[in-house]
C-alpha cells in the first residue's frame, strides 16, 4: 500500500512538471525551437552524483563594485571525464537544493531541485572541452537581487545529473534599485516611473528625484510584491518561481508638454542614508491634439535573448535583440513605443522578467514604453482568461499586470486609452472577451468615440492577436484570415469611427492590407491614401523577435504587403494632414515597406458605407 501511494505521489509530480511544461496554442507550439528554453531541463529527474575530482569556479566574487548592474563572469571547470552533453547551469539563489524550499501541496514530492536555473550554456561551447576536460565559460549576469552559483551537469538536460557546484558570487549591493521603465498615465502630463529592486517598504522609502533643469523635486512611489500563491499554477508557482522583488511606481505629475526632464531613482533606508539609481532623462509628451512632430513604434512578440549565448540550443527568440538593439541607435528619433503583447515569453519562469526589463532599459527608461497584453502573458485554464491554454505558464497575467504600468482602470483587465499628441490609441485585450455586449467592447467604442479628430486626427486601434486580417498559415487554413470571431463585432466601430490603422502581433511575421471593410478592399491604391477615410488598414506586426510564422502560398487580394522576417513599424506625424507609416527589418533597420496618408479634417467627417448617422431633409 505504502509502496503504492509513494507511486501515486511520483506520478503527481511528473504529471505536475508536464502539465508545467506544456503549452498550446497555434503560434507558440510548432516545432521545438518554440519552447521556452528553461521548460527543456527535466528538472524533476534531477540525481546526485557529485564527484571531488570535478571542478567548477566562477570568478569575480563581487560583481558590480562601481555601481553596474551587468557584468561579465567567468567560469571555469576542470572535469577528468568530460562529454559533450554536460552544461552548465546559473542558478540564483545561489543556494538551489531542494532544502530552501517547500513542497508544493502535502501530497507532492519535491524533487531535489525546487528552481529552475536561470540560464545554462553547454560546456563544449568552450571548444577544446570534450578534448582537454577544461572549459572556461563567459557568463553574463544581471544584478537579480540575489546570488549566484553555478552547477555541472552530465546527462544533458534530459537526465541531469548534478556533478559539481560552484563558489557563490554577488553584486556589491543586490537590492539596488534597477531597469527603469517610463510609461504614460492617465493623464497626457503625467509620466509614471516604474522599477525593480531589493528593497522592502519596512527597509526603505522608495522614491523619484526628478525635474527640468535645476530646479528637482522629489515623489514618492507606490510598492508592489508579487507572492508564489497568486500564480495560478505550473511552471510560475512550481519550478520557474523566483521572488520577482518590490516593483515601484512613481507618478511624475504636471509635467510640460515635451520638455526635458531629468530623474533618477532612490531609497531611503531607515538609518538615513541614501541609495541612488543612474541618472536618466525623457522627454514629456505633447498636449493632446498639439501639432508637432511625433513619432511611434508598434511592434509585437518581441521577447528576449541572452548576448552571452545562453540557452543557445534553443533559438527561442533570435530577432529579440536585433529589435532591440535597432530601437536603441534610432531612439533619438523615437518618442513612443507601443509592444503590444507577448512581452518577455518568461512563461511562468519568472526569473526572465528582469532579464527583459534589463533588455529593454534603454529605450524604457528614455520613451514611454506601452505595453498590451498577449497569450504569454494572461492565457491560463479556468483563470478568466478568453482561451483556455497554458501560454502564460501559470502567470495568468500577474507578471505583466505588476512589471510594467499602464493607464488601464483595472490592471487586471488590460484595456486602455492614451494620447499622444496628435494621436489617439485604443489599446485591446485580445485575451479576454472583445465581442458585442461585453466590458471590453464598450470601452473599445467609448475609447474610439473620444478622438477629435480635428485634433487627433490619427486614431490608432491595436491587439494582441489578430482581431482583423492575416494570411497566415493556420488563419488561412481556419479559412477566417483572422482570430476565430476577431473582427465580427469590432469591424463597424473601426468603419464607424474610422480607425487609421490597427496593428497586431501575435503572428510572427509583417502584414499589411489595403483599406478595408468587411473582407473588400475600398481603396485601390498602395503607397499614398489621400481624401475621404473609407476603411481600416490592418497591420500584422508580430516579427518583434520570435520564432517566424508561415505565410499561405495564396496571397488574399486584400493583402498589399508581406514578409517572413522580424521587425517593427514606425509612424511619423508630421502635422495634422500628413503621416508616414515606415516598415523597418530587425536585421538591418532599413524601410523595407512604407505608405504615406494626407488628408484634411473634412475628409474624416464624410460619411462612407456603414460610417453615419441618419440625416433628415428638413433644413
Ligand atoms: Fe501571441
Redo the contacts with the bound molecule.
Keep these: 500500500m505504502e509502496e503504492r501511494s509513494s507511486y501515486l505521489k511520483f506520478f503527481r509530480v511528473v504529471v505536475l512538471f508536464l502539465l508545467g511544461l506544456r503549452t498550446s496554442?497555434a503560434?507558440?507550439v510548432v516545432g521545438s525551437t518554440d519552447e521556452q528554453p528553461l521548460s527543456k531541463i527535466a528538472m524533476h529527474k534531477v540525481t546526485l552524483g557529485l564527484r571531488e575530482s570535478v571542478t567548477i569556479r566562477a570568478s569575480p566574487v563581487v560583481l558590480g563594485l562601481q555601481g553596474e548592474d551587468t557584468e561579465w563572469v567567468t567560469v571555469n571547470i576542470v572535469n577528468p571525464d568530460p562529454s559533450e552533453d554536460d552544461w552548465v547551469a546559473v542558478f540564483s539563489p545561489a543556494n538551489f537544493n531542494a532544502s530552501t524550499c517547500s513542497p508544493v501541496n502535502d501530497e507532492d514530492q519535491t524533487p531535489y531541485l525546487c528552481s529552475s536555473p536561470i540560464k545554462y550554456k553547454y560546456a563544449n561551447s568552450s571548444r577544446t572541452y570534450t578534448k582537454t576536460g577544461k572549459a572556461s565559460l563567459k557568463f553574463q549576469l544581471i544584478n537579480q537581487r540575489a546570488d549566484f552559483s553555478f552547477a555541472l551537469f552530465s546527462g544533458g538536460l534530459s537526465n541531469p545529473k548534478l556533478v559539481a557546484e560552484s563558489n557563490f558570487i554577488s553584486f556589491a549591493n543586490p537590492k539596488a534599485p534597477l531597469y527603469p521603465r517610463l510609461a504614460q498615465g492617465k493623464s497626457w502630463n503625467e509620466m509614471t516611473v516604474t522599477w525593480t529592486s531589493g528593497y522592502s517598504i519596512d527597509e526603505a522609502v522608495p522614491f523619484v528625484e526628478w525635474g527640468k533643469g535645476e530646479t528637482q523635486t522629489q515623489s514618492p512611489a507606490g510598492t508592489l510584491t508579487i507572492d508564489q500563491n497568486s500564480m495560478c499554477g505550473s511552471p510560475a508557482r512550481t519550478v520557474g518561481w523566483r521572488d520577482p522583488g518590490f516593483i515601484h511606481t512613481s507618478f511624475l505629475i504636471n509635467l510640460w508638454p515635451n520638455s526635458v526632464y531629468t530623474y533618477r531613482i532612490g531609497h531611503v533606508l531607515s538609518n538615513g542614508s541614501y541609495v541612488w539609481s543612474k541618472s536618466y532623462s525623457f522627454k514629456s509628451s505633447p498636449y493632446p491634439g498639439q501639432d508637432s512632430l511625433q513619432r511611434v513604434i508598434v511592434f509585437?512578440?518581441m521577447g528576449k535573448a541572452e548576448r552571452d549565448g545562453s540557452n543557445e540550443y534553443s533559438d527561442y527568440q533570435p530577432g529579440a535583440l536585433n529589435t532591440t538593439d535597432q530601437l536603441i541607435k534610432d531612439l533619438k528619433n523615437i518618442d513612443i513605443v507601443f509592444h503590444i503583447?507577448?512581452l518577455s515569453y518568461a512563461n511562468g519562469y519568472i526569473s526572465q522578467w528582469d532579464q527583459f526589463t534589463s533588455q529593454v532599459e534603454p529605450i524604457a527608461s528614455t520613451v514611454p514604453y506601452m505595453v498590451a497584453s498577449?497569450?504569454?502573458e494572461r492565457d491560463w485554464p479556468n483563470s478568466g482568461s478568453f482561451y483556455e491554454n497554458m501560454?502564460s505558464g501559470g502567470e495568468c497575467g500577474v507578471l505583466a499586470e505588476t512589471m510594467f504600468y499602464f493607464p488601464a482602470e483595472n490592471r487586471a483587465k488590460f484595456w486602455y486609452s492614451t494620447d499622444y499628441g496628435m494621436f489617439h490609441f485604443c489599446i485591446a485585450d485580445s485575451e479576454h472577451d472583445w465581442r458585442e455586449g461585453t466590458e471590453q467592447y464598450k470601452f473599445i467604442e467609448h475609447c474610439l468615440a473620444s478622438a477629435d479628430r480635428r485634433k487627433q486626427p490619427w486614431l490608432i486601434f491595436a491587439a494582441?492577436?489578430v482581431l482583423g486580417y492575416s494570411s497566415n498559415s493556420w488563419y488561412a487554413q481556419e479559412g477566417s484570415f483572422e482570430e476565430p470571431m476577431g473582427r465580427e463585432s469590432l469591424q463597424k466601430l473601426w468603419q464607424k469611427y474610422r480607425v487609421d490603422i490597427a496593428f497586431y502581433?501575435?503572428v510572427h511575421n509583417y502584414e499589411r492590407t489595403c483599406p478595408i471593410y468587411q473582407n473588400q478592399c475600398v481603396n485601390s491604391d498602395k503607397s499614398h491614401y489621400s481624401g475621404t477615410v473609407k476603411g481600416t488598414i490592418h497591420v500584422v506586426v508580430?516579427g518583434g523577435g520570435?520564432h517566424l510564422s508561415e505565410f499561405t502560398t495564396a496571397i488574399p487580394n486584400w493583402s498589399i504587403y508581406r514578409d517572413y522576417d522580424w521587425g517593427f513599424v514606425k509612424l511619423t506625424a508630421f502635422n495634422r494632414s500628413s503621416l508616414l507609416f515606415e516598415y523597418k527589418k530587425s536585421r538591418d533597420g532599413k524601410v523595407h515597406d512604407s505608405f504615406t496618408i494626407s488628408r484634411e479634417y473634412k475628409d474624416v467627417l464624410a460619411c462612407v458605407h456603414d460610417s453615419c448617422e441618419p440625416t433628415t431633409l428638413a433644413s
Design positions: 496554442s503560434f507558440c509585437g512578440d503583447g507577448d498577449g497569450n504569454h501560454d494582441h492577436r502581433g501575435h508580430g520570435s
